[in-house]
């Protein structure tokens, strides 16, 4: 029989590896949906991501920290008698920043951007890639099965060099999903 005192602790250190595992699952990314199809242009890839940043990813974006997403798809053709043939490898990249003049988010793709009034919005389109090419059409072989899959991350090699170390040590700084993998025929 457990004493009060041992039955309080027991009962605090149940509810804060609850709260511990709640709030683990809480923050990442993972991929929602993930999918590709022939277009006129060739074979684009359509995915969805959820995305939620913990309390000090929040805080350091707010306060001036640029971050670096990126979206990762490979596509391949497997064979039974050698390495598997790799059709494409595709990597995009979006820079996510706030600025405190205008407190605005700013979403850019190259020298394209976006700005939002609110994180969330730019959370939406970050996680939502449409109609990206990643193949020529005639690169694959009609009736064969490839192998692709997909991922989003935090590129914590551009955040500023005191931040890297942080994010090495860190499981908070450490945004990213798993690798999404499905299968596409033409």
Request: glycine share 4%; aromatic share 12%; proline share 3%.
């Amino acid at each position: 029989m457990l004493s009060s005192g041992a039955r309080f602790f027991f009962s605090a250190m149940m509810g804060l590896a609850l709260a511990c595992a709640v709030s683990a699952r809480a923050d990442g990314i993972s991929v929602l949906s993930a999918e590709l199809e022939a277009t006129d242009e060739g074979i684009a890839v359509d995915a969805a991501f959820d995305i939620n940043f913990s309390p000090t990813l929040e805080d350091a974006l707010n306060r001036g920290v640029v971050m670096t997403f990126l979206f990762e798809f490979e596509l391949t053709r497997p064979r039974w008698y050698w390495l598997d043939e790799k059709i494409a490898q595709v990597e995009n990249s979006w820079k996510l920043s706030y600025n405190a003049l205008t407190r605005q988010y700013r979403l850019s793709v190259g020298s394209l951007y976006q700005n939002f009034d609110r994180l969330e919005d730019a959370k939406h389109v970050l996680s939502r890639v449409r109609n990206l090419t990643v193949a020529d059409k005639n690169a694959l072989k009609k009736g064969a099965t490839y192998d692709a899959a997909v991922r989003m991350r935090l590129d914590v090699t551009k955040l500023p060099k005191p931040f890297q170390i942080n994010a090495i040590a860190s499981r908070e700084w450490n945004l990213s999903s798993e690798w999404q993998n499905f299968q596409f025929t033409p």
